[in-house]
């Protein structure tokens, strides 16, 4: 393995006499009686184990997702050792190297190759993945919703280095039904073209399969808070309707549409110019660029006269993912979409397709005022990137999913989550 051959076998073993050994979450979810011994001969080749090769299995994963104080603290002292922080860096050559045997790679890296059970076989889900680096991040978000009838668009900004490019395109050649989007385009933060990214895989994945259920995009550093089984049931109980944030625009955002914006030097800026009305008269909403929604809507995102004419409107405005997916569900017609009458706003806490922790709304547990607790990890342009503190949290919240994590520099929150769905996953069956 290559971070074997980086000589920290010593370290390992001393964070191993540390930190005790794991066995992971047979305390959160116990299996059911009488069929263990079934368990183990079909699936339990699927788990994550101590016997795998991975940095992060001396954490105590059980304990940190029950909040336990000592685990937490040993969990963050790691994260901050130098030793630790070489041994989780994994090259984008490692990827190059894995993939040249598929069927080695698939089995190493433990993916679920086959429909777990009938119900998530008949909901097939599509997805739109749009990255621009750390290729761990991405390659751990795939593995975590990964599912042979699901079906996967990915994007790689067309300014990412060589090596990210390379490295996703031979994953993504791995497995029949995950492709790399037929245009790409370079992305600019809060311009159009990420809007356009997601376009972009729209219209591959509604022209490539005719059979998935709803539409979800991501982008690297999101991870799953549910198993596929558990996001297949929420999507289910919404009965053919969308879940997004889509609420009345605040005063501060509204400049963000009434002037126009333009790409200068690869960061859009505004030309001292003010934008027409929205065609039709549309009430401009305010939302995320993350969006669950049926294939109907999609299907009106790619061919209704109105929503063509809402994009070429979009086009020169500020954030413009921020508006558009939110506005078009409150527009009458639109398959999920609800009413634009106020009574009908919905936050992005209430929404299911993302958690995001931003820091000017987090507070002490016990203030009234704050949405969630204090970050636990480090923030990024306001955005809480989630540490192992953050865990316990976040497996109690109803989204879907959460945005942000690092592999990169807090894997331990990575593992522990994923471990923790993968045995979930596993123990629904039996």
């Not at 000592?70 to 190059?96: D, G, H, R, S, W």
Request: net charge positive; proline share 5%; glycine share 4%.
């Amino acid at each position: 393995m290559w971070f074997l051959k980086r000589g920290c076998w010593l370290q390992l073993f001393k964070f191993s006499a540390v930190l005790g050994s794991l066995w992971m979450l047979s305390l959160l979810i116990p299996l059911k009686r009488g069929r263990r011994t079934a368990y183990i001969l079909r699936y339990q080749w699927q788990e994550y184990t101590n016997i795998d090769e991975s940095p992060e299995k001396v954490c105590n994963c059980s304990a940190i997702l029950q909040g336990e104080k000592e685990a937490l603290l040993q969990a963050k002292l790691l994260t901050i050792t130098n030793n630790f922080q070489k041994v989780i860096q994994i090259p984008n050559e490692y990827y190059i190297n894995a993939t040249q045997d598929c069927r080695k790679f698939q089995k190493s890296r433990k993916y679920i190759t086959f429909p777990l059970s009938k119900e998530e076989e008949d909901f097939p889900l599509a997805y739109s993945m749009v990255v621009h680096h750390k290729v761990q991040n991405f390659e751990r978000l795939l593995r975590a919703i990964y599912t042979p009838q699901n079906i996967y668009c990915v994007h790689v900004d067309k300014k990412a280095p060589a090596s990210v490019f390379i490295a996703i395109n031979a994953i993504t050649s791995c497995f029949p039904n995950v492709f790399m989007v037929s245009k790409t385009v370079d992305v600019v933060y809060a311009g159009w073209t990420r809007v356009q990214a997601d376009l972009n895989c729209m219209a591959d994945l509604y022209n490539t399969s005719t059979t998935w259920k709803y539409f979800i995009n991501l982008c690297g550093q999101d991870f799953p808070l549910k198993t596929n089984l558990e996001i297949v049931q929420a999507l289910r109980s919404l009965k053919g309707g969308n879940s997004l944030e889509s609420e009345e625009m605040p005063q501060g955002k509204k400049k963000r549409v009434m002037n126009v914006y333009q790409v200068v030097d690869g960061q859009i800026q505004p030309i001292g110019k003010t934008k027409d009305p929205a065609p039709f008269n549309l009430p401009i909403l305010s939302g995320n660029a993350y969006i669950v929604v049926n294939r109907g809507y999609i299907r009106s995102v790619l061919e209704d006269k109105r929503i063509q004419a809402l994009i070429e409107w979009a086009k020169d405005t500020y954030s413009p993912d921020e508006f558009l997916w939110a506005t078009i569900q409150r527009m009458p017609g639109v398959p999920g979409s609800t009413w634009p009458n106020p009574k009908f706003d919905m936050t992005d806490i209430n929404a299911i397709a993302r958690i995001v922790k931003w820091q000017w709304h987090e507070g002490s547990e016990d203030s009234l005022q704050a949405a969630y607790p204090e970050c636990k990890g480090h923030h990024v342009r306001s955005i809480c990137v989630y540490g192992a503190g953050d865990l316990q949290w976040l497996i109690e919240q109803h989204h879907l999913f959460a945005n942000k994590f690092d592999a990169d520099r807090d894997p331990i929150a990575v593992y522990c989550l994923e471990k923790y769905l993968r045995h979930k996953a596993l123990t629904e069956l039996v």
